[in-house]
T-cell receptor
Framework: AQRVTQPEKLLSVFKGAPVELKCNYS??????LFWYVQYSRQRLQLLLR??SRESIKGFTADLNKGETSFHLKKPFAQEEDSAMYYC????????????FGQGTTLQVKP | ETGVTQTPRHLVMGMTNKKSLKCEQH?????MYWYKQSAKKPLELMFV???????ENNSVPSRFSPECPNSSHLFLHLHTLQPEDSALYLC????????????FGEGSWLTVV
């Protein structure tokens, strides 16, 4: 079964501290993984995708097929990073099914 | 506003009421979706439409009835809902149903009393 697991419901760090939001997945084929972010009172939006191997707002995520993980990392957290983060897996290409994890709230304290 | 627009943003309805959520996208996309976001569960895909045809229905109760009159508009008709249906309902669109870049609306907060 296709599944995305984000084990932490809340992650609280101080400004300037490193951040790692964990994501593990279960998928039988070649997965496409994404991180979506939802800032307070804003819509859910794409942060980054593994296929692009990009760094957005200082965040990076590496797909580790051996560990079936796609953890989101940032070396120095900023207060404006406080938001809800969702890891998502793109499943069937026929129907555009994007499967989300339960989300992790990141709280960056001053 | 460009992008994906949802109305109303907030809706309170009784269990015997009939109401509708509306979604409009100005991106020229061919696929539209309804997701449900509730406090205790992951985002759940409810329906997928491709060029006005429903291509997926994820075991959603019949008290939720989608309608896609054209590729720019998507409705979710609600009737005889239960309090546990209270949630944030998100509309989204993508260039094609197989596309993996999905754009979300801001959501409609539904409270069933």
């Amino acid at each position: 079964a296709q599944r995305v697991t984000q084990p932490e419901k809340l992650l609280s760090v101080f400004k300037g501290a490193p951040v790692e939001l964990k994501c593990n997945y279960s998928y039988s084929g070649s997965p496409e993984l994404f991180w979506y972010v939802q800032y307070s009172r804003q819509r859910l939006q794409l942060l980054l995708r593994h296929i692009s191997r990009e760094s957005i707002k200082g965040f990076t995520a590496d797909l580790n097929k051996g560990e079936t993980s796609f953890h989101l990392k940032k070396p120095f957290a900023q207060e404006e990073d406080s938001a809800m983060y969702y890891c998502a897996l793109f499943g069937s290409s026929n129907t555009g099914k994007l499967i989300f994890g339960q989300g992790t709230t990141l709280q960056v304290k001053p | 506003e460009t992008g994906v627009t949802q109305t109303p943003r907030h809706l309170v309805m009784g269990m015997t009421n009939k109401k509708s959520l509306k979604c409009e996208q100005h991106l020229g996309h061919n696929a539209m979706y309804w997701y449900k976001q509730s406090a205790k569960k992951p985002l759940e895909l409810m329906f997928v439409y491709s060029l006005e045809e429903r291509v997926e229905n994820n075991s959603v109760p019949s008290r939720f009835s989608p309608e896609c009159p054209n590729s720019s508009h998507l409705f979710l008709h609600l009737h005889t809902l239960q309090p546990e249906d209270s949630a944030l309902y998100l509309c989204a669109s993508s260039p094609n149903p197989g596309g993996n870049t999905i754009y979300f609306g801001e959501g409609s907060w539904l409270t069933v009393v």
